[in-house]
């Protein structure tokens, strides 16, 4: 059964609507990506209006923007440190936004969606990049 994305079937109060029309192409979901920490691996997916997201469902680097200098570093990842999307993520190397990554350069949030856009972006939280 396909995922959908359109309005529920069902009142508050427990009682079903009346459906006015069927089920529509554009209101089906995908499953979620769960983005790991391993070698690099991009799916394209064809969205809605004919564009592609890059779903990325592992990468060993991430792009680790330095606050204090300005500067953006390519890092390695060793490990997902937090993650606030769900408690268990962390424990299986799940990235997502807002996760919390252990890099040769210290602590990095990553502030965007990788399973959406195909590339892990991070803000360096703590530790001093050594120049390469």
Known sequence: MAIWQGGSRRKSTGGLYRAHRKKRKYELGRLPVFTTVGERNVKKVRVRGGNFKLKLQAD???????????????????TVIENSA??????????????????????????????QEGIINAVLV???PKEQ
Request: aromatic residues 8%; without cysteine; proline residues 4%.
């Open 126 to 128: 703590e530790g001093a």
């Open 86 to 115: 769900n408690m268990h993520f962390a424990r299986r190397n799940i990235i997502t936004r807002g996760a919390v990554l252990l890099t040769n350069l210290g602590k990095a949030k990553v502030t965007n969606r990788p399973s």
């Open 60 to 78: 060993k680097y991430v792009n680790v923007y330095d606050p204090k200098t300005g500067k953006v570093f390519k890092a390695e990842i060793k």
